[in-house]
């Protein structure tokens, strides 16, 4: 992550399978193992009316998990960047309702989850935000991928989990932060 200066990558950088390489977003892409080992479902969010970059669904030692997946970049490698930190902890406090047990609110780009992911900067498009659709969540749509989401989270016995994808910052390991959330 520490070679990661974009979130996206540079105008023009994407790719039909996916995004350019020392992206965030080309990380987590590539990754998912290391996130949410054995995923069943892997959504980019991304774009102006996001609840985060990525929804992340599966099971982790017996337990159902949801995880919204915040991703930021510095242009310049630091061992801390305050300002994209303040920056991915704002965006995931004011989204964190997505999630919620009680009520999740439901993403505004529900109708966006069908189709391509555009870069909202121009950086290119890639053929499908479903990175990942396994199991019971293969050939959902949008609709159907929040109605499934919404029973997982209504249920007390579903891990929710806040995960920044940090890129060009910190000591040179893997920058990713994980809390736990408790609604």
């Avoid at 121009?122 to 019971?136: N, P």
């Avoid at 249920?155 to 989990?161: H, L």
Wanted: aromatic letters at 6%.
């Amino acid at each position: 992550l520490r070679a990661c200066t974009s979130e996206e990558g540079p105008k023009g950088s994407a790719r039909p399978r996916g995004w350019a390489d020392k992206s965030v977003f080309d990380w987590i892409d590539r990754n998912v193992s290391t996130l949410l080992p054995g995923a069943d479902l892997v959504l980019c969010d991304d774009g102006r009316s996001e609840s985060c970059d990525f929804l992340l669904a599966g099971r982790r030692a017996g337990r159902e998990s949801v995880i919204m997946v915040h991703a930021k970049a510095s242009k310049t490698p630091a061992f801390v960047s305050a300002s994209a930190l303040h920056e991915v902890c704002s965006q995931a406090a004011k989204q964190v309702g997505t999630i919620g047990q009680f009520g999740p609110v439901a993403p505004k780009q529900i109708p966006l989850w069908n189709g391509a992911w555009d870069g909202p900067g121009g950086e290119g498009t890639v053929d499908t935000r479903v990175r990942i659709a396994k199991g019971a969540w293969k050939g959902l749509d949008g609709p159907a991928i929040w109605a499934r989401l919404q029973l997982l989270l209504s249920s007390q016995s579903t891990d929710r989990e806040v995960l920044m994808v940090l890129g060009a910052v910190g000591t040179g390991k893997t920058s990713a932060c994980m809390y736990p959330y408790v609604d």
